[in-house]
């Protein structure tokens, strides 16, 4: 975090380096955004836990070129959320840290946080990366490094890495680092991954695998686990190394009337968790996710179907069998993308704040987990600025919460309606109205839970330069 003293210094520094140094320049971009988003029942029942909130947020991204070849880039979120601090969600309108609110002229101030900073040397076949570097892959079920427009979530890591360029192929290998106490060696979570991927543009052809192996100390102030989570995992303690492989696979391709991209993601290995019993909790969870795509060149229509499912956890088994999605890959407005109802019927506590955040105090952090969907879109394009754009959802449990005859797996439906202003490439207004028709696995068997039907709306608008 930085005080206003760091910031001032900072930028005089950069503003006498840059006109002082005539073999290095500054090269800035970012962008803005703000946002209101009302959803009425998201418990589904009573009380309703409505919710009702502003995101105001700026980065700034300033790139070094210290050479010919040789870049330093940096991002800085202004107006950081307090409650999510490593997320681009931006500061709640009114949430300050003014202790007399009441009867104050103003919200007081915010903080500035910077999530990437990496120096890149570029070669004639290859480049160099070290420092932290954001991370991207396929379809982004797995790791998304928050480009999109009104993406609130990224992936960073501090890591060495470098990319050997041969032709349409490149072979990336990195070594990092998740976590470190100190100095000393030891109480850290060290990673290993390397990516490999074919892209050809002419053809539209994607292939790529990504694999990363995160290693850590059988201490939980490392991990970090909170008591929320082992519980959620099925576990007592921590007792074990942390020992966990994930491994990635995307494949796509693109004619001129149609197209698809395919990504399966498994997440293996050692939890670091022991049960009761003093059991290992292992991971043996995967997702898998196609979206297929029917341009029409002459057409005002456009169509996109996604559909995909990841797996949930087996109640029976000691091991944890839960996968989940990167936050910023939505399908829905409401469904896997807001928490809703009065269980984790999606089994993601594991990798969300259930300890400080409920159904009726969070942002939009829930994950496409324990579920199948399929969510066909329709875009008719109005004219040069507008498009009108509508979704239907429709998805199903692969577990039930309450494993019984009486749980049902239907999730319902939900009926995503979207008018989005664009005057600009650079510049987008989105508007939403989403329409949730709860299924009976809300219900949760003989429980007898509410579903209730609920509504959200949205307005949201991004500038980039």
């Known amino acids: 975090m930085l005080n206003a003293k760091w910031i001032k210094f900072l930028g005089l520094s950069i503003a006498m380096v840059s006109s002082t140094a005539g073999a290095m320049s500054l090269d800035w971009s970012g962008g803005y955004r703000t946002e209101w988003t009302e959803i009425d029942k998201p418990s589904l029942g009573t009380p309703t836990d409505r919710k009702a909130y502003g995101l105001n947020e700026l980065y700034l991204s300033p790139k070094i070129i210290a050479a010919d070849g040789i870049n330093i880039t940096s991002r800085f979120d202004v107006f950081s959320n307090t409650l999510y601090p490593n997320s681009q969600l931006g500061m709640i309108w009114g949430l300050n840290d003014n202790s007399s609110a009441a009867t104050s002229n103003n919200d007081g101030s915010a903080s500035i946080r910077v999530n990437q900073l990496y120096l890149t040397v570029n070669q004639e076949f290859g480049a160099l990366m070290v420092g932290r570097v954001p991370l991207e892959f396929g379809l982004g079920i797995n790791y998304s490094a928050g480009r999109g427009m009104f993406d609130h979530w990224f992936d960073t890591r501090d890591l060495v890495a470098y990319k050997i360029v041969v032709g349409d192929w490149f072979l990336m290998p990195m070594l990092g680092r998740m976590?470190?106490?100190?100095?000393?060696?030891?109480?850290?979570?060290?990673?290993?991954?390397?990516?490999?991927?074919?892209?050809?543009?002419?053809?539209?052809?994607?292939?790529?695998?990504?694999?990363?192996?995160?290693?850590?100390?059988?201490?939980?102030?490392?991990?970090?686990?909170?008591?929320?989570?082992?519980?959620?995992?099925?576990?007592?303690?921590?007792?074990?190394?942390?020992?966990?492989?994930?491994?990635?696979?995307?494949?796509?391709?693109?004619?001129?009337?149609?197209?698809?991209?395919?990504?399966?993601?498994?997440?293996?290995?050692?939890?670091?968790?022991?049960?009761?019993?003093?059991?290992?909790?292992?991971?043996?969870?995967?997702?898998?996710?196609?979206?297929?795509?029917?341009p029409r060149a002459e057409s005002k229509w456009d169509w996109v179907v996604k559909l995909g499912m990841a797996t949930g956890d087996d109640a029976n088994s000691t091991n944890f069998g839960g996968y989940a999605f990167n936050k910023n890959y939505d399908v829905a407005m409401l469904m896997f993308n807001h928490r809703l109802g009065q269980k984790d019927f999606f089994q993601t506590n594991t990798v969300k704040d259930s300890t400080n955040l409920s159904v009726g105090n969070s942002a939009d952090d829930e994950s496409i987990s324990n579920a199948f969907y399929l969510a066909p879109t329709v875009t008719y394009a109005w004219n040069d600025r507008f498009d009108l754009k509508n979704t239907l959802v429709y998805a199903q449990l692969l577990n039930t919460v309450q494993n019984s005859v009486d749980a049902k797996k239907d999730l319902g439906l939900e009926w995503d309606i979207s008018l989005i202003y664009k005057p600009s490439e650079r510049i987008q207004w989105l508007n939403q109205v989403g329409l949730l028709f709860p299924g009976q696995a809300w219900k949760n068997?003989?429980?007898?839970?509410?579903?209730?039907?609920?509504?959200?709306?949205?307005?949201?608008?991004?500038?980039s330069f």
Do not use: C, P
């Open 445 to 463: 068997g003989n429980d007898n839970l509410s579903n209730d039907f609920t509504f959200g709306l949205a307005t949201k608008a991004a500038i």
């Open 179 to 294: 976590q470190s106490q100190g100095f000393g060696q030891g109480n850290s979570i060290s990673t290993a991954a390397v990516q490999l991927q074919y892209e050809n543009t002419e053809n539209k052809s994607l292939i790529g695998v990504f694999m990363e192996q995160r290693k850590g100390a059988a201490n939980n102030s490392v991990l970090g686990y909170t008591a929320d989570q082992i519980s959620a995992y099925g576990g007592d303690h921590v007792g074990t190394d942390l020992n966990e492989t994930s491994t990635g696979f995307v494949l796509g391709r693109g004619w001129d009337s149609f197209g698809f991209k395919l990504e399966a993601a498994f997440l293996q290995g050692e939890t670091g968790l022991v049960t009761t019993a003093n059991d290992d909790v292992r991971l043996t969870g995967y997702g898998i996710a196609a979206e297929l795509y029917f």
